[in-house]
T-cell receptor
Framework: AQSVTQLDSQVPVFEEAPVELRCNYS??????LFWYVQYPNQGLQLLLKYLSGSTLVKGINGFEAEFNKSQTSFHLRKPSVHISDTAEYFC?????????????FGKGTKLTVNP | NAGVMQNPRHLVRRRGQEARLRCSPMKGHSHVYWYRQLPEEGLKFMVY????????ESGMPKERFSAEFPKEGPSILRIQQVVRGDSAAYFC?????????????FGPGTRLTVT
């Protein structure tokens, strides 16, 4: 079975500062990896996903993530955050090709961007 | 193209009543997933359905919970004899196919409160 650990439950940063949200996963099989963002009282929106190929994945809103197989990590980064990035971010994993489609989520990281 | 629609957005039920949550997938999507989000927790997979078929119900509680996705109409998540522990946000997601690497598109959720 897969599991996801998001090491930081809350991350406060100042506007225009860089940010990294950490995500580690465990799985005995190949996986697909995802980052979703949830704004208050809304559903989840996909930021980016890793399926295969280049380990550096670029997503929407200036976010990117790097897949590190040896460290089983998929950390999310943004070089300069905006107030509007304040939201909760979820890392998720599913089995790779031929596997189950269900997503296994981490507990989330609340990013607060302060002026 | 309308997104995933869920209704109602908020639902209040007394203990022992039934709750019915509806989900209309995006146009052209034939795969539906239900997830539950408890306070301070990430999303937990409940069930995966295609039209008229339950594909994976490994996350569904054994009693009181059921789901369906009929040939016509929305998917329904039904909770019988609700208890306070059922209070949560329930999210539906849809995808166009079972092929690996798809994106799941999430609805805005139904927030169930059991009093």
């Amino acid at each position: 079975a897969q599991s996801v650990t998001q090491l930081d439950s809350q991350v406060p940063v100042f506007e225009e500062a860089p940010v990294e949200l950490r995500c580690n996963y465990s799985s005995s099989v190949s996986v697909y990896l995802f980052w979703y963002v949830q704004y208050p009282n809304q559903g989840l929106q996909l930021l980016l996903k890793y399926l295969s190929g280049s380990t550096l994945v670029k997503g929407i809103n200036g976010f990117e993530a790097e897949f590190n197989k040896s460290q089983t990590s998929f950390h999310l980064r943004k070089p300069s955050v905006h107030i509007s990035d304040t939201a909760e971010y979820f890392c998720a994993v599913s089995k790779g090709q031929g596997g189950s489609e269900k997503l296994v989520f981490g507990k989330g990281t609340k990013l607060t961007v302060n002026p | 193209n309308a997104g995933v629609m869920q209704n109602p957005r908020h639902l209040v039920r007394r203990r022992g009543q039934e709750a019915r949550l509806r989900c209309s997938p995006m146009k052209g999507h034939s795969h539906v997933y239900w997830y539950r989000q408890l306070p301070e927790e990430g999303l937990k997979f409940m069930v995966y359905l295609q039209k008229e078929n339950i594909i994976d119900e490994s996350g569904m509680p054994k009693e009181r919970f059921s789901a369906e996705f009929p040939k016509e109409g929305p998917s329904i998540l039904r909770i019988q004899q609700v208890v306070r522990g059922d209070s949560a946000a329930y999210f539906c997601a849809s995808s166009p196919s079972r092929t690996g690497g798809y994106e799941q598109y999430f609805g805005p959720g139904t927030r169930l409160t059991v009093t």
